[in-house]
């Protein structure tokens, strides 16, 4: 089976950056995702990561370490509306998505 | 406009009754999934088909049944087996279920019960 963490939640201040962890572990990974959900809403896609390295895309990068299991997502200049929850999931060979809990991320003024 | 549209956005279920949440699709994916969401919970797999006529469980799959007999359409059924039923229920495509191929969602259905 595979095992996907994250943090619950996590406050961050208006402009800032904030860094979202994600540690997995699965038998013949095949790519983790990072997608945005607001609240009563559907995820939408932020990201994907199947080499090591860093993917950036605007304000939102996303980083992989598969020998380390172990991904992050990185906001910057946060604004009020990236107030959501941050999914990461994770795809072994050719099955669906298997996704984390979400984290819950509070942007404050 | 391509997306995922998915019908009703609120549905109520009374004791005993079997419902089916819509689910349905013009992008000319291959394949789609069905998601529930609990509050605080990840995302569940319950049903994914990968070609139409041919649908495999996930992990929750028990009190759920579904079709696959048109491309477009990915019908889920709440069966009265059932015993918890009320969630946010997520439909998503994926152009082919090869890995590199991201999952998009529609907007989802919140069922209760009554």
């Known amino acids: 089976g595979q095992n996907i963490d994250q943090p619950t939640e996590m406050t961050a201040t208006e402009g800032a950056i904030v860094q979202i962890n994600c540690t997995y572990q699965t038998s013949g990974f095949n790519g983790l995702f990072w997608y945005q959900q607001h609240a009563g809403e559907a995820p939408t896609f932020l990201s994907y990561n199947v080499l090591d390295g860093l993917e950036e895309k605007g304000r939102f990068s996303s980083f992989l370490s598969r020998s380390k299991g172990y991904s992050y997502l990185l906001l910057k200049e946060l604004q009020m509306k990236d107030s959501a929850s941050y999914l990461c999931?994770?795809?072994?060979?050719?099955?669906?998505?298997?996704f984390g809990k979400g984290t819950r991320l509070s942007v404050i003024a | 406009d391509g997306g995922i549209t998915q019908s009703p956005k609120y549905l109520f279920r009374k004791e005993g009754q079997n419902v089916t949440l819509s689910c349905e699709q013009n992008l000319n994916h291959d394949a789609m999934y069905w998601y529930r969401q609990d509050p605080g919970q990840g995302l569940r797999l319950i049903y994914y088909?990968?070609?139409?006529?041919?649908?495999q469980k996930g992990d929750i799959a028990e009190g759920y049944s579904v079709s696959r007999e048109k491309k477009e359409s990915f019908p889920l059924t709440v069966t009265s087996a059932q015993k918890n039923p009320t969630a946010f229920y997520l439909c998503?495509?994926?152009?082919?279920?090869?890995?590199?191929?991201?999952?998009?969602f529609g907007p989802g259905t919140r069922l209760l019960v009554l």
């Open positions: 998503a495509s994926s152009i082919s279920a090869k890995y590199q191929e991201t999952q998009y």
């Open positions: 999931a994770v795809r072994s060979g050719n099955t669906p998505l298997v």
């Open positions: 088909s990968q070609i139409v006529n041919d649908f």
